[in-house]
């Protein structure tokens, strides 16, 4: 099992730009995360999907867009791309449904940077 | 009040050395308690995982929590330089539904 993945490792954009980070994951959970991590602020939420088909904001959405084409797929999208989303962004699954035990299992990052 | 606050460090022990790394929250509608570490550049991974009070122990590795005080640790013993790596605690319960991750720790144990 590969686990989680995600797509690419690393980008560099120009203010403006769009771009999808691209999320999968072969343990067939149920849930998908999308997270940012910077320095100093630990990680934080983006976006989260509890099932196929629905998609909820966390603490900071704004900015982005998510879709969860499938059970294994979870994209984030960056319409008009600013400095301030230069970060490490990863991608979770966990098994359960919300209120349940949610272990959660990261990919290993997706690398951007806004010039 | 941020719910979950971690000492970012940096902490650097001798190997061998007893590691001790903490986190307090204020949310007390918390029962589910993690610890993940992150080696640089890679996602994090799940290391521990407790639910409400007490101790549980995986070889080297011991988490505590105690609910009385807010307060939840991650004890390493016989430490190691590849355990150099960023601690990160997270919990979640009640309304919220979504881990909240600490900001992490970052150990280094020279050799």
């Known amino acids: 099992n590969a686990g989680v993945t995600q797509t690419p490792k690393f980008q560099v954009l120009k203010t403006g730009q769009s771009m999808t980070l691209q999320c999968a994951q072969d343990m067939n959970h149920n849930s998908m995360y999308w997270y940012r991590q910077d320095p100093g602020m630990g990680l934080r939420l983006i976006y989260y999907s509890a099932s196929e088909g629905t998609t909820d904001k966390g603490e900071v959405p704004n900015g982005y867009n998510v879709s969860r084409l499938n059970k294994r797929e979870f994209s984030l999208r960056l319409e008009s791309a600013a400095p301030s989303q230069t970060s490490v962004y990863f991608c979770?699954?966990?098994?359960?449904?919300?209120?349940?035990?949610?272990?959660?299992?990261f990919g290993p990052g997706t690398r951007l940077l806004v010039l | 009040q941020k719910e979950v606050e971690q000492d970012p460090g940096p902490l650097s022990v001798p190997e061998g050395a007893i590691v001790s790394l903490n986190c307090t929250y204020s949310?007390?509608?918390?029962?589910?308690f993690m610890w993940y570490r992150q080696y640089s550049r890679k996602g994090p991974e799940l290391l521990m995982y407790t639910y409400s009070s007490g101790n549980k122990e995986d070889g080297r590795f011991t988490a505590q929590v105690d609910k009385s005080s807010k307060y939840i640790s991650l004890f390493i013993r016989d430490s190691q330089p590849s355990d150099s790596a960023t601690y990160l605690c997270a919990m979640m319960g009640g309304s919220q539904g979504n881990l909240i991750f600490g900001k992490g720790t970052k150990l280094s144990v020279k050799p």
């Open positions: 979770a699954s966990s098994e359960g449904n919300r209120g349940y035990q949610e272990t959660q299992y």
């Open positions: 949310n007390s509608a918390f029962q589910y």
